[in-house]
């Protein structure tokens, strides 16, 4: 019998939201987790040792943010400080149909990020050696999100040049951190803050979802 921090891959997506897997997703989210823990082994990729807790705090944290990604195809991501490819991998996994760059400038966890997309075939991810404001896209992203990348001003200062002009910026977040979006630039607009509900955490999560305002 699974728990609420034990729950099957399968079940990543349970949220009340009747969202489905691809078929193949649950097998490829725990292969995942497989090399993840492998790799952290030597890697140190993530604080994170044990697996029940890497489906809450990885997978469940990953997946909570598929409604909130425009529903448009194709769809282009970027994933800026990705670490060990969260929140990229999970969310390239779900939504075979969009195209990711996953970007970090730690080489070895470029490394893991590299083969681990390699090994699970994921066909629809790039990923990329650099810090955010020395990446050079060849087109501009419909979504350019973080998880614990940066406080709020610095994510948007150095990666609002990468949205396209309908496109969003995405920060995962825990509570809501209100200092910083009083701190966002003027051309930086907060258009939504939704709360998450991540099966298994029992901690406040929320998306800040913004729009570059372009400047006359």
């Known amino acids: 019998m699974t728990t609420a921090t034990s729950l099957d891959p399968a079940s990543a997506l349970a949220t009340g939201r009747n969202d489905d897997l691809p078929p193949g997703a649950a097998d490829k989210l725990s292969r995942y987790l497989d090399l993840l823990a492998k790799w952290n082994r030597t890697y140190n990729l993530t604080a994170i040792r ?13 997946l909570a943010v598929l409604p909130s990604l ?18 990229g991998i999970p969310l390239a996994i779900a939504r075979p149909d969009a195209a990711f760059v996953l970007l970090d400038a730690n080489h070895k966890k470029v490394a893991f990020v590299t083969q681990a997309a390699i090994e699970l075939a994921l066909s629809n991810v790039r990923v990329v ?6 990446f050079v896209a060849d087109a501009p992203f419909d979504v350019v999100i973080s998880r614990a990348f940066s406080d709020l001003p610095s994510f948007a200062a150095l990666a609002a040049r990468h949205v396209a002009r309908d496109g969003v910026l995405i920060a995962m977040k ?14 930086i607009v907060v258009v939504a803050t939704p709360e998450l509900d991540v099966p298994g955490l029992d901690a406040k999560r929320h998306l800040v979802v913004m729009r570059v305002v372009v400047q006359a």
């Open 50 to 62: 044990d697996r029940s807790q890497m489906v809450t705090h990885h997978l469940h944290d990953a």
């Open 70 to 87: 425009p529903a448009r195809r194709p769809l282009r991501v970027l994933d800026v400080g990705t670490g060990g490819g969260v929140p």
């Open 129 to 134: 050696a650099a810090r955010v404001e020395d």
């Open 174 to 187: 825990g509570a809501l951190a209100h200092d910083e979006i009083a701190a966002l630039p003027p051309h």
